[in-house]
Each structure stands twice: as structure tokens, then as C-alpha cells.
């Protein structure tokens, strides 16, 4: 597949299963990720890899969050078990630079780049994923875990794995019409 191909027939699979990437696999989607966008080179990402054992402390960390916001059973166990979802989550991190001549929104988003070019590169792999944000991207004990400043702000967490099943169809082209205007 060629990488026109790669984009237009992109995809989030959330079906994900062993193996994770790994070795230049993973240092090759670390490599994309960084090669983000990135007005003033100030490189504002920080990656932090969840696998293995990461899994199990990253599943205590979203049970006890879950139990001291006082959530419901179902709530609680859904945080517990979300970690489990993929073999490999990549938390992306927006580590932003205040009072800087680029504005932290614009750092925010050269992150958020960051995340779709690691989800390209797995793809272009053979691995996918699905990059997952929500409530826990704010949360105070999931910032703190991450070690966020009052400035950085978690974009997202990309759980990245083999895709249990293979997608049936291609990815139909989007109507442009509603969101393409000239001016």
C-alpha cells in the first residue's frame, strides 16, 4: 500500500490483539511521531510507552481514580479492564512551553499530529489502533502519573496492537460538500 493509499483508506481498529509493536517496529512509529509538525522546534510531545506490567499500573491507577470520583460498579470496572484493550498504549503528552511566541494551542496540536503520524506508521506496519482521549486526559491523578505541568495537557492515549480481524470493506470516500467551502 502506498502512502496516498495508507491515508485514504486510514482507519481506527479497536480489536486489538498480541503482538505489539516492538524493537525498530516501535522506534520507527517513535520516529514518525516526532517528525510531527512542529512550529519553533520546540518538540512539544513527550511519549510514555504502557505495556507489559505498565498495563496492570495504568489499570490500579484509572480503578483508584474511578473509586475516589465515587463511579458507579460498571464505571469503576470498564476503567479497570480499559488498559487491557491493546497489548501497548502509547500516552502522548503536549509538554507546552507558556509565554512562548507559539501559542499553547498550537503546541497542543503539533502533539496531536504527533499521535496520527504513530498511528500512520503502525498502519504502514501491519499494526493498528485507536487513539482514545475522554475524561481521563484531565483527570488529576492520570496528570500527575504522567508528570503534567499546569500547561501540558495529555492529548491522548494510542493503544496499538495486531487487529484481531481485517476490515471487510475499504473505507468509503467522505463527502466532501460539507466541509470544503472557498473563499
Same mark, same amino acid.
Given at each position: 500500500? %502506498?502512502?496516498?493509499?495508507?491515508? /485514504? ?15 525498530? #517496529? ?5 520516529? #514518525? ?28 491507577? /484509572?480503578?483508584?481514580? &474511578? ?5 458507579? %460498579? ?24 507558556? =509565554?512562548?511566541?507559539?501559542? /499553547? ?8 499530529? &504527533? ?22 486526559? %484531565? ?5 500527575? #502519573? ?9 492529548? *491522548? !492515549? ?6 484481531? !480481524? =481485517? ?7 467522505? %463527502?466532501? *460538500? ?6
Amino acid at each position: 500500500m %502506498d502512502s496516498l493509499e495508507l491515508l /485514504l483508506q486510514r482507519r481506527s481498529v479497536s480489536r486489538l490483539t498480541t503482538p505489539a509493536p516492538s524493537g525498530e #517496529a516501535l522506534d520507527a512509529i517513535l520516529q #514518525a511521531g516526532a517528525r510531527a509538525p512542529d512550529h519553533g522546534g520546540l518538540k512539544p510531545w513527550h511519549f510514555s510507552l504502557i505495556h507489559g506490567e505498565g498495563l496492570q499500573r495504568f489499570s490500579d491507577l /484509572l480503578r483508584q481514580a &474511578s473509586i475516589e470520583d465515587a463511579l458507579d %460498579d460498571k464505571a469503576i470496572e470498564k476503567a479497570t479492564q480499559a488498559p487491557f484493550r491493546a497489548p501497548l498504549i502509547i500516552t502522548v503528552v503536549a509538554r507546552c512551553q507558556e =509565554n512562548h511566541k507559539v501559542p /499553547l494551542w498550537e503546541q497542543v496540536v503539533s502533539a496531536g499530529c &504527533s499521535v496520527m503520524a504513530m498511528q500512520m506508521a503502525a498502519q504502514a506496519q501491519g499494526f493498528n489502533g485507536i487513539w482514545r482521549s475522554g475524561a481521563w486526559t %484531565d483527570h488529576p491523578k492520570v496528570r500527575q #502519573a504522567f508528570d503534567c505541568q499546569p500547561q501540558d495537557k495529555i492529548v *491522548g !492515549f494510542l493503544y496499538l496492537g495486531t487487529p484481531q !480481524f =481485517n476490515a471487510v470493506s475499504p473505507v468509503q470516500p467522505i %463527502d466532501l *460538500g460539507p466541509y470544503v467551502s472557498k473563499f
